[in-house]
């Protein structure tokens, strides 16, 4: 009885949540309800694969404890191998005009889905060629040699040409990913990750971070987790390059330089390093916030005068509010802790009474 | 014979810290290993442990060469340690705890735990089992759910134990248990440490600053200074050697 009760629930909840993606995404055009705004979408989108991306770094940098700075070079992997496995062979010959591309890529195009999981799972096995060096360096080395290999991804990306087309980049990625795949890729991330790290596995991970030489005194094999959490990490990344790559549609060496792994970190630390609610909080307003202060990089022009906006302004601002959150609010949005509907309902239930009672 | 450790030394640089150290240990003993400060006690349990390779000798488990062995593949031979600071994961709960020590013999792989399926919730329920009755011998049962780094002093150095004894260990190493405890506490845990050894039917090797403390459940005391091993025997013979009253109390020959 109370089972069924709390299935139906689950049930309703499930089929309001597709409901309104379904809206949003444009589908009930069919049945001449008009979806929301493309602008709107896309930034849902964007806020939904850096997401994905602040929880695969979390995995690694919070709740590994590894100080890992790779990630914009995973994210090129995955990206590049969603661009040449969905790009038409027509496009592929017009885009490779200086340099022909390696053969058998030539006319092999698969379906998005596939792609995907092959993007994560090359940039997943790459991630194993780096961490088996990188992983022996402790701390600040790990940063320095992840954020080595990285520059070193990009820059072969740069320079192959006959696989890459080098610095022209790759235009016409097919515009697959919506709503569905996107949140859908986010959603999975989380509840993967989320039943990952309240496993064993988790355990020995955190136990990784809390003190390396207590856990291998317990019998834990420290590099075998390491390069795990590693792995699956680098499998996200590459996953979520693959969406943005078909999200954006162009895709260039420049796109992956370290501001993006910035980008990236500076989502997981305001979201606080060790909680996937955290980072999914923070992604979403993080993107948010990237797109409204446009305005301050963007001519006003008032009756009386006029602002001239100063392109860059935005990135000056977050790099101010990390500063900001690391010196005053070193934990982030949510600490360690994370957001629970068990504890939204207690935290609903303390404030509500009072509301009453000004009421 | 359990532990066998053979003519073991260990040098950094110039520094020798242990030199030409041996010990065999039977079966269910308890031996103490004592010294001033510096005297290389530590350095032993590092090497046995597998956290450094000695720089000439040879250890064993049970007659398995387990030199220079790295610590994780020696604590699943084992060997399990508890630490001179304190070294719990501070910020997780009093069972994740042990529960970090159950995890080696986890069958389930990967894939298991993203999907917790059938066979992952089976082998946790069964390690949540092992753990609670764990914590219950060590009287901490009642604070499972705290945070390791939020407890007492005591019940750290309980838990530490504890975790120690999750690894089901044969041989357990114990590096100053009673650092920064009084008098009363210490006897306390030396009563403690002689019941887990009963009922956990383990030899045990323990660190000891001070003499006084294990004077009373060690069956042998070995007693080291600058490395060198200077006395050894029951612990009234250890007690009377003029060399270890001179090495704690820095008499010198006029005196």
């Known amino acids: ?359 | 014979m359990i532990l066998n450790i053979q003519g073991v030394r260990k040098q950094f640089g110039g520094l020798v810290a242990v030199d030409d150290f041996s010990l065999s240990m039977e079966k269910g003993e308890l031996v103490g290993l004592i010294g001033p400060n510096g005297a290389g006690k530590t350095t032993v349990f590092n090497v046995v442990t597998g956290v450094y390779a000695p720089t000439r000798g040879a250890v064993s488990l049970d007659g398995t060469d387990i030199t220079g062995m790295r610590p994780d593949l020696v604590t699943r031979l084992g060997i399990a340690r508890t630490f001179q600071n304190i070294r719990l994961f501070a910020r997780m709960s009093v069972i994740e705890n042990i529960l970090v020590s159950l995890h080696w013999r986890l069958k389930a792989n990967v894939f298991d735990a993203f999907f917790l399926d059938r066979k992952y919730r089976h082998e946790e329920e069964a390690m949540r089992d092992t753990a609670l009755r764990l914590l219950a011998r060590v009287n901490l049962d009642k604070l499972t759910d705290s945070q390791a780094g939020s407890l007492p002093y005591g019940s750290q150095r309980r838990l530490e134990i504890c975790r120690a004894l999750a690894t089901e260990p044969n041989l357990l190493l114990l590096d100053e248990p009673a650092a920064g405890m009084n008098p009363a506490e210490s006897i306390e845990l030396m009563r403690f440490i002689k019941k887990i050894q009963r009922d956990f039917g383990l030899t045990i090797l323990l660190i000891e600053h001070q003499m006084r403390v294990v004077m009373g459940i060690s069956e042998r005391i070995v007693v080291l200074d600058h490395g060198v091993v200077i006395s050894r025997g029951t612990p009234e013979e250890v007690s009377r050697d003029p060399k270890v009253i001179q090495a704690y109390l820095g008499v010198t020959e006029h005196a």
Not at chain 1, 254 to 283: C, D, E
Not at chain 1, 306 to 335: D, E, K, Q
């Open chain 1, 1 to 359: 009885m109370e089972l069924s009760r709390t299935l139906g629930r689950r049930a309703l909840v499930l089929l309001g949540i597709i409901l309104v993606v379904a809206w949003a995404n444009g589908d009930l055009k069919l049945i001449g309800i008009p979806g929301w705004g493309s602008y709107t979408v896309r930034i849902i989108n964007l806020c939904a694969i850096n997401a994905v991306l602040a929880m695969s770094m979390n995995l690694v940098n919070g709740f590994t404890g590894q100080f890992s700075l790779g990630h914009a070079g995973f994210m090129a992997l995955g990206a590049y191998v969603t661009a040449l496995l969905t790009i038409s062979p027509a496009t592929k010959e017009m885009l490779f005009f200086m340099v022909p591309l390696w053969k058998p890529l030539q006319n092999l195009t698969l379906p998005f889905a596939p792609v995907l999981v092959l993007s994560g799972l090359v940039t997943g096995l790459f991630s194993l060629v780096v961490g088996v060096p990188a992983l022996r360096l402790r701390g600040d080395y790990l940063g320095i040699a992840t954020l080595g290999f990285a520059e070193i991804i990009r820059l072969v990306l740069q320079n192959v040409r006959r696989l890459t087309n080098g610095a022209l980049g790759l235009k016409g990625v097919p515009p697959v990913v919506n709503l569905w795949w996107t949140l859908g890729a986010a959603a999975l991330t989380y509840f993967a990750l989320r039943n990952l790290l309240a496993s064993s596995y988790g355990r020995a991970f955190k136990s990784i971070r809390e003190n390396e030489t207590a856990a291998q005194a317990m019998g834990i094999d420290l590099f075998k987790h390491k390069l795990l959490s590693f792995f699956i990490s680098s499998f996200l990344a590459g996953v979520g390059g693959g969406l943005l790559a078909s999200l954006l549609t162009t895709i260039d060496p420049v796109m992956f330089k370290f501001p993006l792994t910035f980008q990236v970190l500076l989502i997981v630390v305001l979201g606080g390093m060790g909680s996937l609610s955290g980072s999914v909080l923070a992604a979403a307003i993080v993107t948010y916030l990237m797109e409204f202060l446009r305005i301050v990089e963007e001519p006003h022009y008032l009756s009386f005068m006029t602002i001239r906006g100063i392109p860059g302004l935005r990135m000056v601002i977050f790099s101010l509010a990390l500063v900001m959150v690391v010196i005053f609010y070193p934990r982030g949005l949510m600490g360690d802790n994370e957001i629970t509907l068990a504890g939204t309902g207690a935290l609903l239930k303390k404030l509500l009474p009072k509301r009453r009672v000004a009421a």
